[in-house]
């Protein structure tokens, strides 16, 4: 295709997109401010064509209450403690246990593929949406075309996403219009964004779709393959506590972030129950709890693996911490039954 072609059809397609978005503006507020895109290159690096994008966009509002959502000030900042009781609850963790011992076949199944704890596929779906019962009412497509082409900020992005929505959407045959979920367009129990649906959401049953919706199984194995395609390593730690106190410069270890080694850790005097293995990445992260004290802890190649899927620390402590909970859970009532469940070792 030549230069020449190329910038008549972005003149084109440009020139239509301005009046796709002038023709939904009236029943807009004034603050859904469209933002310009190269809609020949989003269609391109998601293998769609400019029409199926324009298509997609003439059906796309606005919706100002994201924007108000994303613009709003963030409150005061939550602390650990405060963050914690959000998701480490006596309901969550028994609806965890429940979804484990009811997906225990397919658990197991991804356990042997990818190397991902089944507590950990858990815990995610629990965080994400209540193991399936908060999914997200918004359109994905609103949501996307909301922060794609009318929130400057995010809008290199998230216009991206919505393109990939597109192509999604026409690999799975699916309506762009009828698809739920979160005001960022995530989706499904495990919120994958369309990237995510598109590169890591597996048919894991075999039922020849890949249903992250109401189809538990793919919606594990997903997760799984997820978190297998981000570095997570079969068999290895996730996160243990440290000892600080002969430690002169916690400050500039926990600077480091992940180019922290164990070296550098134990040099500084900080101290694990654990011998961490030169092999591992780690991080040494702050906590604040609720008695105004500072807990300190290590995350390992894992954790780090779990930030991928939210770079939130707390977000990634909180996933770990209802993993263990659940996991407990299940060995117990397994062995209330009589059922042994052999130790898991986990190499640090």
């Not at 959407?169 to 598109?198: D, H, I």
């Not at 190649?301 to 299940?330: K, P, W």
């Amino acid at each position: 295709m030549n230069n020449k072609f190329l910038k008549n059809t972005l003149a084109l397609t440009l020139s239509s997109f301005l009046l796709i978005s002038s023709s939904y503006a009236a029943g807009t507020v004034s603050s859904c401010t469209l933002v310009k895109a190269d809609l020949a290159s989003l269609a391109n690096g998601s293998g769609i064509s400019v029409s199926d994008l324009k298509n997609a966009l003439s059906m796309a509002v606005c919706q100002q209450k994201i924007i108000d959502a994303m613009n709003r000030p963030a409150e005061k900042k939550k602390k650990w403690w405060e963050y914690r009781k959000i998701f480490i609850t006596t309901s969550k963790i028994s609806a965890g246990i429940s979804f484990y011992q009811e997906n225990l076949e397919n658990l197991k199944r991804a356990e042997s593929l990818y190397g991902v704890p089944p507590e950990i596929v858990c815990a995610i779906i629990g965080v994400e949406t209540s193991f399936g019962k908060n999914m997200g009412n918004w359109k994905v497509l609103d949501a996307l075309y909301t922060l794609g082409f009318n929130y400057p900020p995010r809008a290199k992005y998230f216009s991206k996403e919505f393109a990939q929505f597109v192509a999604l959407c026409k690999r799975e045959n699916w309506s762009l219009t009828s698809v739920k979920g979160s005001y960022a367009g995530a989706m499904g129990m495990g919120q994958f964004m369309p990237t995510a649906y598109l590169d890591n959401a597996i048919d894991f049953d075999g039922d020849g779709k890949v249903n992250l919706f109401t189809d538990k199984a793919d919606a594990i194995g997903s997760v799984a393959n997820y978190f297998k395609m981000h570095g997570w390593e079969k068999g290895r730690g996730i996160y243990y506590p440290a000892n600080v106190s002969r430690c002169r410069n916690v400050q500039q270890i926990i600077d480091k972030k992940w180019d922290l080694t164990a070296k550098e850790l134990y040099q500084s005097g900080i101290t694990t129950k654990v011998n961490i293995s030169q092999d591992q990445n780690i991080r040494l992260f702050a906590f604040e709890l609720e008695d105004g004290t500072i807990s300190y802890s290590v995350g390992l190649d894992n954790f780090h693996a779990i930030m991928r899927y939210n770079t939130s620390q707390m977000y990634a402590r909180a996933v770990y911490e209802l993993s263990e909970f659940i996991r407990m859970g299940y060995e117990k009532n397994q062995n209330e039954k009589g059922i042994a469940t052999p130790p898991k070792g986990r190499r640090p």
